[in-house]
């Protein structure tokens, strides 16, 4: 077995009011691919901004030996001059740069000030050989896909002669499709001799790629695994990451959908959307649902199905061209021409993307909480701020946001508890119907559960959840029925005691030429 070729020993690092790593101790082998596993919050960025000088020598306690040297980064710089190289989850690209640019940009082809571009065109072609991509150097980042994107951080770090490689969720805003082709990869740069560490919530690529997992918890290392070991399960690695055991991993469900009779909540019939620029195009074509008060109705589709996009046209028309169709409530029609419109007859949409479309990321936590509904915690026109941050400290005990105060931005904390702000925000504007589009996205199997739960109360409670996911296992877990969608059609109408991963598999897969709805 090879020896270590990364050891950090006891560190701790603290920002003001918050330990975030607290005696952490991380051994990585030579030549291995090395997961780090844990919570939200648990401290695994943060433990990886500390190695790879992010977090500056002297901002933290404890050692780090890298190939058997004591090492002191004093920046991101120092550290890759080392061969360790970091890609964050927020891809560090510029759009408007070609690929060849990106991949050398701070570490220029350059003499004399001037950067030689037959050196920067061949070394850069060889390096993105070395990923898989085909892509002339010259072509713009701003003009590939994401799944690209993150190869071409690959591609820059193996312009930089790198021995340690990090991955920050690396596949958090992939397709199956390009997740798989960036583990093999990963996999590939193994057999080459590079190491690599590895963060990820998605305990199956975990199993695929990793040779060891070490589980951190509320900034603590855990303990160290072997994934290959038969011992070494999924509810094994989610009990260290939680600290308990997770006989379910979803709450246990009693259905409260009102009677069969009742109208609807929420009824969208015959709803037909046109692409925003290809208007020949339907990206959502004669579609009809409905979901009662009570009740959690799932959609269920492939990339590219049209399910974001029913749900973004219906909330204010804030995707594409309407072509048709109408939206009931409480069986009488209803305008949701703008998001406004939307909110005032009570429909709430909780994003896909948090970070972009969901959250004022630079702002509070009770600010961004308050703004769908100002008007609760005002006085002749004028905020409240005493009520304000009552509101935010209800929603902070009620929803478990872990932070030290309401006033802190949003943008510091993790991804969990910021989509914990993001439903917040939603309940506090008291809507009948939520829409909820990848509720839980990138977030832990532990943040998960919690938010399993506030769902399931909601339900309870009266309101009508439409919970759209590309996971067929939450899917089954959350729903009392589930429709089916692919290219932009309504494909089937799946009832929880019917619902299995194959049946809504061959559903949303099915010929979408057949206009006949399977129930």
């Not at 709430?348 to 990321?361: C, F, P, S, W």
């Amino acid at each position: 077995m090879a020896g270590p070729v990364l050891e950090m020993r006891s560190i701790v690092k603290t920002f003001p009011g918050v330990t975030a790593l607290s005696d952490v101790t991380l051994t990585v082998r030579q030549g291995e691919v090395h997961a780090i596993c844990g919570e939200n919050g648990a401290g695994k960025s943060t433990l990886m901004k500390v190695l790879s000088g992010v977090h500056p020598h002297g901002s933290y306690e404890g050692e780090i030996l890298f190939e058997g040297d004591v090492c002191a980064f004093r920046d991101i710089r120092a550290s890759e001059q080392r061969g360790i190289v970091i890609i964050h989850q927020e891809l560090a690209l510029v759009p408007f740069l070609s690929l060849a640019e990106n991949i050398f940009l701070g570490n220029e082809h350059a003499s004399r000030g001037f950067i030689n571009w037959r050196d920067t065109l061949r070394h850069a072609t060889e390096v993105l050989r070395r990923v898989g991509l085909t892509d002339h150097p010259e072509t713009r980042i701003s003009d590939i896909g994401v799944g690209k994107q993150q190869l071409v951080e690959i591609a820059k770090a193996l312009s930089k002669k790198v021995k340690l490689l990090i991955l920050d969720e690396p596949t958090a805003a992939l397709n199956d499709e390009d997740s798989g082709k960036l583990l093999d990869l990963i996999l590939e740069l193994k057999n080459q001799g590079i190491t690599s560490i590895i963060i990820s919530h998605k305990l199956n690529e975990i199993r695929r790629v990793a040779d060891s997992v070490t589980i951190l918890r509320d900034g603590r290392s855990i303990e160290t695994l072997d994934v290959k070991a038969p011992e070494t399960t999924e509810d094994r690695i989610i009990s260290g990451m939680v600290g308990r055991d997770l006989d379910h991993r979803f709450p246990d469900r009693t259905p409260h959908a009102a009677e069969p009779d009742a109208a609807p909540a929420l009824e969208i019939r015959n709803w037909t959307v046109r692409h925003p620029i290809d208007q020949q195009r339907k990206v959502v074509d004669d579609v009809s649902i409905h979901v009662r008060r009570g009740e959690i109705v799932g959609i269920a589709g492939l990339m590219g199905a049209g399910r974001t996009e029913l749900a973004m046209s219906v909330f204010g028309r804030t995707y594409g061209r309407h072509a048709g169709g109408t939206v009931l409530k409480d069986g009488e029609e209803i305008r949701t021409r703008t998001v406004a419109e939307a909110v005032r007859h009570g429909i709430a949409y909780v994003t896909e993307d948090r970070k972009h479309y969901g959250l004022n990321l630079m702002d509070t936590i009770n600010r961004n909480i308050s703004l769908t509904a100002l008007h609760k915690v005002a006085r002749r026109g004028v905020v409240d701020e005493h009520e304000e941050r009552q509101v935010a400290e209800g929603f902070r005990t009620s929803m478990n946001i872990k932070a030290p105060t309401v006033f802190e931005p949003v943008g510091k904390l993790s991804g969990g508890n910021q989509q914990k702000v993001v439903l917040s925000k939603w309940i506090f504007a008291g809507p009948d119907v939520l829409i909820l589009d990848e509720p839980t996205r990138g977030i832990d199997v532990g943040a998960k559960y919690e938010i399993y739960t506030v769902i399931d109360r909601l339900a309870a409670e009266g309101k009508a959840v439409v919970f759209i996911s590309s996971e067929l296992p939450e899917l089954l877990g959350m729903c009392d029925r589930i429709y089916t969608m692919a290219a932009g059609r309504l494909t089937g109408e799946v009832p929880r005691a019917e619902a299995t991963q194959e049946v809504l598999m061959r559903r949303m897969t099915k010929d979408t030429q057949d206009k006949e709805v399977t129930r």
